[in-house]
């Protein structure tokens, strides 16, 4: 049976509060990936030995947050001032993990004392930012003041890269995701560790291209949906992908477009780079870096050289003879056969994995190797023809 326009609508809107979740709690799984709050605990330099601060240390790192705290407390009383900043950032933290309200007061405290290091004083900026985004109802607005102010005040640090992500999320939750995007790209220069807000700014490109959001690059039209139009005629008329029409425009059912429908439509092409040496795939749209892929390519310079296009696309492919599915296939579950111009190379493509550990090696037989999510990403993007240059 037929929905109404009012009921689809509203699957959609809850289909993309979904996908907004699920792309937050993804982004700060990421960051905090790289700054773990249970992490090791901040240690003296040069000072007089503490018992309480050593129990401290110990216990934040066994996750026993109250006797941190306790200890964290004696150590700040007993120390020199050194120990002092440290066991006040243990004790912010271990408020932090404990849920206790006081965490805020802490952090604010170390943010505003001029004796702590600049890494220390954007740990407490972000920390801060946290809390309020984590605040019931969130608080969207102040988390990305505070985080904002981390990477204004203390660029260059790893706390304020840890607080450039987290404000790509704070964007993306608030429905910005083009603010997430200007942001990363703004702050990347200045960033301790910018191959780390490289990959971020990949994840918000992509997220961005597979929303509604209209975009420069890749250019953007709009089409209103005519009788006897179907997704896969869309497609072909624009030559972009069922999979990108479907995504950008939060499409359940390609069987239920409905005349007058409004569609985002990538109208742009895109351009795939392999790089040889250090094993990484990097989707381009003109001179624009979309995203970059870690990738294997084959062992002893097996994967070829040269300029190749795209010449079919199989999902859940088989591999000489041995179905999808077989433990004994091991192309993942997508596969892009690549051919030179002359229609002469035959064997190599692009495809997935089940060795997900061979990513970032040179071990294959000649193909390029990606992991099942990776490749399923790009497959949904390229279309049969798109240029893959592979080069050293």
């Known amino acids: 049976m037929r929905r109404s326009p009012a009921k689809r609508h509203t699957e959609l809107a809850i289909l993309a509060a979904v996908l907004t979740v699920a792309v937050v709690a993804f982004g700060l799984y990421t960051a905090r990936g790289l700054f773990s709050k249970k992490g090791k605990a901040p240690g003296r330099r040069d000072t007089p030995a503490n018992p309480a601060f050593d129990r401290a240390t110990a216990a934040y790192e ?3 947050f109250e006797a941190a705290r306790d200890e964290a407390r004696r150590a700040a009383q007993s120390g020199d001032a050194a120990t002092r900043r440290s066991a006040s950032l243990i004790e912010a ?4 993990e404990l849920g206790d309200p006081k965490a805020h007061a802490a952090w604010s405290a170390i943010l505003a004392d001029a004796t702590f290091l600049p890494n220390q004083r954007a740990e407490a900026a972000a920390r801060l930012g946290e809390l309020r985004a984590a605040a019931e109802p969130p608080d969207l607005a102040g988390a990305i003041a505070a985080y904002s102010q981390a990477i204004e005040r203390f660029p260059g640090t790893r706390w304020a890269d840890w607080a450039a992500m987290a404000l790509a999320d704070a964007h993306i939750a608030n429905r910005h995701p083009e603010r997430a995007e200007a942001a990363l790209s703004e702050y990347a220069v ?5 191959e780390a807000i490289q990959n971020k700014l990949g994840d918000v490109n992509i997220a961005i291209l597979l929303s509604p959001l209209e975009t420069e690059v890749p250019k953007t039209t709009w089409y209103s949906v005519k009788e006897g139009d179907t997704l896969a005629g869309i497609a072909k008329r624009f030559h972009t992908t069922v999979d990108l029409l479907a995504a950008s425009n939060r499409i359940i059912n390609p069987q239920l477009l409905q005349v007058g429908d409004r569609l985002k439509v990538v109208t742009d092409s895109f ?3 392999i790089d040889r040496s250090d094993n990484t795939l990097s989707l381009f749209c003109h001179e624009k870096l979309i995203k970059k892929y870690a990738v294997g ?3 002893y310079g097996k994967t070829p050289l040269g300029e190749f296009t795209i010449a079919s696309k199989d999902i859940d492919p088989m591999w000489r003879g041995i179905p999808f599915g077989d433990k004994r296939n ?9 051919t030179d111009k002359d ?5 190599y493509g692009i495809h997935g994995t089940w060795q997900p550990d061979t990513i970032g090696k040179h071990s294959s037989q000649g193909c390029v190797r ?3 999510e990776d490749v399923e990403e790009i497959f949904k993007i390229v279309t049969i023809g798109t240029p893959a240059m592979i080069v050293e």
Do not use: D, F, H
């Not at 933290?93 to 932090?96: E, F, K, P, S, V």
């Not at 091991?330 to 690549?338: A, C, D, E, P, V």
């Not at 229609?343 to 064997?347: H, Q, R, T, V």
């Open 343 to 347: 229609g002469a190379l035959s064997g």
């Open 297 to 299: 390519t084959g062992e």
């Open 330 to 338: 091991i192309l993942g579950t997508r596969w892009m056969r690549i």
């Open 93 to 96: 933290r271990a408020l932090g």
């Open 190 to 194: 200045r960033a301790k560790e910018p």
């Open 271 to 273: 351009r795939i780079v």
């Open 62 to 64: 066994e996750g026993r």
């Open 370 to 372: 990606m992991l099942n």
